[in-house]
Every structure is written in C-alpha cells, then in structure tokens.
C-alpha cells in the first residue's frame, strides 16, 4: 500500500511528545513491512538535520491557497532513518513554521490548517496518489474534510482517511471563517453533524472534523479507546465518538527497539544488555549508569533507589503528584530526577521554586528541558519511573523505562492500565507483573504505592530482579502495532468495494 503520513511531528527531526515517536515507529515499521510510506511536515526553523540524509529541494514552486490568496511554497525531501519525509516551508507573510517552537503560538490553528490544505495540494499537483492518507490528532484533521469535501471534488481519487486521536485534549477551536479560509465554507460546517464545537456553538472543532470525516479512527491504546467514549474521558467529544465507534480501533503504540535499545545506544554510560537472563549483569551495569548520571549532575548516592519522571508537564500529568512524589522520595531516603519541560508559565514557576526550595539538594535534580540525551541517560539510570498521569491516551515512556529495565510505577488509567500490572495484584499471572500501580489521583494513595515499591526493592531483592526480568522481556516493538493499522487500513477498501 502507498501510505502518506501528514503530521506536525516526526521523532529526530521534530518532536514535541509521544505523537512525533508515534508516526516515526510506525513508518518506520510500516515500510519495513513492504509498504511504500511518505511523510510531509512543516519545515519548522527548530528543525534538527543531523539524522536526515540526502536533503535537497524537491519542488521549487507548489501553489497553496488561503483566504482567496495564492502563496508561494518550497518542498524540500529528506530520509530521516530511512524513510522519506518532505518537508513543506511556506513563504508567507507570516512566516508560520519560523516561530522557535512547533506549538503554542497564538495562531496554531492558522498555521496548521495552512499545513493542511498545503500538503493536500502538494499530493494533488504532484500526482502522488496514495491509498491511505493517515492523519494525527487535530493539527492535520482538517485534511479529512477537505479531502471528502474539495480534493475528490476536483478529481483527486479518494484515499482512505485515517485519523489518530493521539490525545483528546486540544481539540483545535476557531471560528467558522479558519475553515473559509483554507476553502470549506465554514458556515456550512457549523452542525451538530458536522464540526460545530460542543461546547461553543459559534466555534468549529477541528477534532470533530477528523472524526466526523475520517474512514477510520484509531487511538493509541485499547483503553483509551473505551475511556473517550465516556463523558469522564471524552473530553466533551463523547457522544460523537460513541456515534462513530463503529469506525473506531484502540491499537497500543509500540516503541522503536532500535533507538530505545541499552545495548546500542550511544547516550549511556555503559551500555547493558537486554537479555533478561544476565539479570545480574544488567543490574550491575544500570549502576554503573546510576553512577555516571549522578557524576554528571552532580548527586550523590542515596541509600534508597532512583526514582524518575521524564514528562512534559501539563495538568494531564499530575504535577502535584509528581512535587509529592519528590518531597516523599527524598523523605524516605531515596533520589529522585525530573526531566520535565513545560509550555506553562504557572507549572514552569512552580517547579523552579522547588528546584530553589532544594538548592543544592545531594539527591535531587530537576531540569525543566526537554533533552533526548539526558532522557536515554535517566531511562537507563532509574530504578522506578514515576507516571501519576490523570489521564494517558497511551503513555512510550512506561514502556520505554522497561525497555531498560526500569519500574514504572503508575496511575491506572489509558494505556498505563493496559501494560503496567501490579506486583502485588493477586489477580495478575506472574509472568504479567511489571510495575506498582494506583487509581486514586490522590497523594495519599500515590505515596502508598511508592512505599510498596521502596519496600521491595529493599526488602526483597529477588522481588525486585524478577520485576526486571519481565519488564525487559515484553515485546514492545512495533510490529504487532503496524499489523493491526494494516488490518484498519484493508477494512475501508473491503468496506468499499
Ligand atoms: P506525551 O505524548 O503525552 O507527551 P508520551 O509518554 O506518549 O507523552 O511520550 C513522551 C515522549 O517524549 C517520550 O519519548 C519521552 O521520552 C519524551 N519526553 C517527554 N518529556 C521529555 C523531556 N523533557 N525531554 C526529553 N524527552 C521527553
């Protein structure tokens, strides 16, 4: 199949969370697997070039649209790990992907409905005729409808519409006019049927958008899938997800083995097998990690474990959880590093002011970047991996911090509750065990669970190595994802024909 991703995040070239990890394991799998994948992206000025190979311009003039305005693009092509990805830079007075960020400018819905019908045009004037257009949470909705509504209408043959909801929380609102500006007639899509927001009916939603008009939607874990479907979890979209569940598939993100790989990977102090069976070798060699990252960040050892949290932080991961889980770690004689970076001005004061509350603290570390380098340095480093999240679409770094033999110790909720299972959960198969879990987004009962995992990394060693053991020797690759997106993908045209 000819599959093209239009996404505003790609793993090593542009990545603000999980959505840009997501579209870049999955192609990457996908073409593995025999199929022809492209990838379009804005061409941000943040942009990292040290993974993409062969760069060079690949269309001089495309011609896109807005607000009954010609404007002017350059498409440039790269191969990021392989893959080959177009890049899409505007020329336009306002200079959309020239901002220092990926998200969080006034006009983000300007920017990436802009995207969306740009990279449309792109496929159209280019003749490139995929089956599947597969499109990611609601920067790149849009393209749902304007596909149905404008491309098929002047003889763009009509690929299946994926769209993933990655996470139901922005939703992309914008007055009807957004949508006459890229070419729908906005008004006409302000319907409870269509794309009128829930909760103000003179808006458009984006989200909606990608729902109503996609073949298919999928969410990136099972759970998550049943939880959007309700009031409590769905964001105010529930009843138009319930009403279109029938084109509904919950598929758990897989990781990339190869970048999250101990054994090969270039960050770490020592490198470690990933062989369950030398699991004294790999506790030995998580030391000497441990011992690497405190050197670097200038800790020293704590009598307890390693506890870590590497987030963005925003409300939906429990902030205060995570300030509790730190007073509580340091408390209880263990250390504890938080990689969190964060677009919010509150979240951001708050953490620097416990940063300056335990200045020059010997067991604690908070760094308020977001670092690849130091993330690959902690997952390998950590003991347990704090996850208090309110709600979690999915969750990679539970799973990546088991990829390296690291415990999570989590919220459950979404795709959290789909792969972390309590150790001391009567109810679980042994073999199943792969962490320390709570369900109250409370402290009290966060700190208890905390406790437990303490407890058994203390007072029971053989506990504790078998966590390691079976965290390490769960398949959490890609495969079985990129299988089960090949199953969604084949149901649109088996429905169609
Ligand atoms: P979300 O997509 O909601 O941010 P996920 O758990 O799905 O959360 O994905 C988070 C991804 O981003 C993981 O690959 C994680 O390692 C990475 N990440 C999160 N915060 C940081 C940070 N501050 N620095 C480096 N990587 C980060």
Known sequence: MYIVHITTEFAGIAKAGGLGDVVHGLSREQQKSG???????????????QRVQNFSLYEAHLWSFEDFHRYHNSVYRGFVDDVPVFFMEPHHSEYYFNRGQIYGCANDVERFLYFSRASLEFLYTQNKRPDIIHIHDWPTAAVAPLMKNLYSEIGFSSPGIVFTIH??????RCPPKNLTRVGLRGEEYRTETRMQDQNDPTQINLMKGGIVYADKITTVSPRYSEEIQTPE??????????????????ILNGIDLEIWNPKTNRHLFAPYSTNPSKIDLIVKQKGENKKGLFDLLGLS????????????????????????????TLRKGGAF??????????????????????ASHPHLYISLDFDEGLANQIY????????PSLFEPCGLTQMIAMRFGSIPVARKTGGLSDTVFDLDDPNVKPEEKTGFTFFHPHEKDMQETLDRAFHTYHAHHDAWKFLIKNVMQKDFGWKKASDAYDTVYQNIFSVAE
Request: aromatic residues 6%; glycine residues 8%; charged residues 20%.
């Open 167 to 172: 996470n139901l929380e922005h939703q992309g």
């Open 301 to 328: 050892k704590p009598e307890g474990p390693l506890v870590t949290c590497i987030t963005r932080l925003a409300l939906q991961k429990g902030p205060w959880l995570i300030q509790s889980a730190i007073h509580h």
């Open 233 to 250: 979890g769905g964001a105010g979209l529930h009843d138009v997800i319930t009403k279109n569940k029938h084109k509904l598939t919950g």
């Open 337 to 358: 590093i938080l990689l969190g970076s964060t677009m919010d001005d509150e979240l951001r004061k708050e953490f620097l002011h416990l940063k300056l509350h335990y």
């Open 380 to 387: 390998a480093a950590s003991d347990m991996m704090l996850i």
């Open 35 to 49: 199929h022809h994948v492209e990838i379009i992206i804005p061409k941000y000025d943040i942009m990292s070039y």
